[in-house]
């Protein structure tokens, strides 16, 4: 029972995971699906048309969830994962798990689902102030399901906790880093979810309940020029134009379920009309596998066959609902990139 009960908790956490990273819905910029983003040339972009691929469909990826396994997304897109990654040496971590009484070195295998965007905006680089977007107050009105509070390097779980330590920066503390935003999130389940939770832990004889909430830590950046890798970005991107900004996002702290989430937000002149600005934006998570892979737990009791977790994660559940979080990442990460394509062209 306590395996299934950590089966129900890991559907219900998917859906929730990448909410320090939404902003909300918008309806003006339309998404058009393509086989890669970032090689629809500039001049083929649409006006207020956002060119999105997520290669569910790629060979390389499991034909029973559509996702990546990591050590294949590190052997054939190197450069992506080196960027998408918390940090470019990120690898699968080794945690320590005691069972029977013995405690052992365990790799945390991982799958990565992947997006990428591009779209165009009626702004030059110039007048595309990035720190406005990386601020508590913005995070709060574009997305007021999501409460955020600020917190210190000191209280970023990976800095301080052992258990954790697999997700250090090895070159930094995360947070520490200039005009760094580090934020604490909750966010509450919605539609029906909250009721599945309830479910769940009425079932549940003993152990751990589930929370109605999750909670996640990140540190949100503008990245500053210095940093800026030019040539690298450039050749992600696929797009020869010099960057002139970059929005990082970094999950580095999730309670369980997923390992890490990043978003990037480039920022390059166009080079096809003078005048505007392209903006391809990326988003990785990485989500331990072993939950993705089982079933058979769900299967056995009627009513939680629609909590099977790879499901409920790639929106293909009843337990998925609306145009947000609780729809699943595929329709999750379309309409967050839309809503930030809108507030960049305000």
């Given at each position: 029972?306590?395996?299934?009960?950590?089966?129900v908790?890991?559907?219900?956490?998917?859906?929730?995971?990448?909410?320090p990273?939404?902003?909300?819905l918008?309806?003006?910029?339309r998404?058009e699906?393509?086989p890669?983003?970032?090689?629809?040339?500039?001049e083929r972009?649409k006006?207020?048309?956002?060119a999105?691929?997520?290669?569910?469909?790629?060979s390389?990826?499991?034909s029973?969830?559509?996702?990546m396994?990591f050590e294949?997304?590190a052997?054939?897109?190197?450069?992506?994962?080196?960027f998408?990654?918390?940090?470019p040496e990120?690898?699968e971590?080794?945690?320590?798990v005691?069972?029977h009484?013995?405690?052992?070195p365990?790799?945390e295998k991982?799958?990565v689902?992947v997006?990428e965007?591009?779209?165009?905006?009626?702004?030059?680089?110039?007048?595309?102030?990035?720190?406005?977007?990386?601020?508590?107050?913005?995070l709060?009105?574009?997305?007021?399901s999501?409460?955020?509070?600020?917190i210190?390097?000191?209280?970023?779980?990976?800095?301080?906790?052992?258990?954790?330590?697999?997700?250090r920066?090895p070159?930094?503390r995360?947070?520490?880093?200039p005009?760094?935003?580090?934020?604490?999130?909750?966010y509450?389940l919605?539609?029906?979810l909250p009721?599945?939770?309830?479910?769940a832990?009425?079932?549940?004889d003993?152990?751990?309940?589930?929370?109605?909430?999750m909670e996640?830590?990140?540190?949100?950046?503008v990245v500053?020029?210095?940093?800026?890798?030019?040539?690298?970005?450039?050749?992600l991107?696929e797009?020869?134009?010099?960057?002139?900004?970059?929005l990082?996002q970094?999950?580095f702290?999730?309670?369980?379920?997923m390992?890490?989430?990043?978003?990037?937000?480039?920022?390059q002149?166009?080079?096809?009309?003078?005048?505007?600005?392209?903006a391809?934006v990326?988003m990785?998570?990485?989500?331990?596998?072993?939950?993705?892979?089982r079933?058979?737990?769900f299967?056995?009791?009627p009513?939680?066959?629609?909590?099977i977790?790879?499901?409920?994660?790639?929106?293909k559940?009843?337990?998925?609902?609306g145009n947000s979080?609780?729809?699943g990442l595929?329709?999750?990460?379309r309409?967050?990139i839309r809503a930030i394509?809108?507030?960049?062209q305000?």
């Amino acid at each position: 029972m306590e395996v299934m009960m950590s089966m129900v908790r890991t559907g219900l956490v998917l859906v929730a995971v990448a909410a320090p990273m939404g902003v909300s819905l918008a309806q003006d910029f339309r998404v058009e699906e393509v086989p890669s983003a970032t090689s629809v040339p500039i001049e083929r972009l649409k006006d207020r048309t956002i060119a999105f691929s997520d290669h569910r469909q790629d060979s390389v990826n499991d034909s029973g969830n559509g996702l990546m396994k990591f050590e294949d997304w590190a052997r054939a897109k190197a450069l992506e994962k080196r960027f998408l990654s918390p940090f470019p040496e990120y690898k699968e971590p080794t945690i320590q798990v005691t069972v029977h009484g013995l405690t052992k070195p365990y790799t945390e295998k991982l799958h990565v689902y992947v997006v990428e965007a591009r779209f165009q905006i009626d702004k030059p680089p110039g007048a595309l102030d990035l720190s406005r977007y990386a601020r508590l107050d913005m995070l709060e009105r574009v997305d007021p399901s999501i409460k955020h509070r600020t917190i210190t390097a000191d209280q970023a779980r990976p800095n301080v906790d052992p258990g954790s330590a697999h997700n250090r920066n090895p070159k930094r503390r995360w947070c520490e880093a200039p005009q760094a935003l580090c934020i604490e999130s909750r966010y509450h389940l919605e539609g029906k979810l909250p009721a599945g939770v309830r479910l769940a832990n009425k079932l549940e004889d003993d152990g751990k309940k589930i929370s109605e909430y999750m909670e996640f830590q990140s540190e949100l950046r503008v990245v500053p020029l210095e940093e800026i890798n030019q040539a690298g970005l450039m050749q992600l991107t696929e797009l020869n134009a010099p960057i002139t900004g970059v929005l990082e996002q970094t999950l580095f702290d999730v309670n369980q379920v997923m390992q890490f989430g990043k978003l990037l937000a480039v920022l390059q002149e166009s080079p096809a009309a003078k005048g505007k600005t392209v903006a391809t934006v990326l988003m990785a998570f990485g989500v331990e596998s072993d939950v993705l892979e089982r079933k058979r737990e769900f299967e056995n009791v009627p009513v939680l066959r629609n909590l099977i977790p790879v499901q409920v994660l790639m929106g293909k559940s009843s337990f998925n609902t609306g145009n947000s979080i609780s729809a699943g990442l595929p329709d999750y990460t379309r309409n967050r990139i839309r809503a930030i394509a809108e507030l960049l062209q305000k």
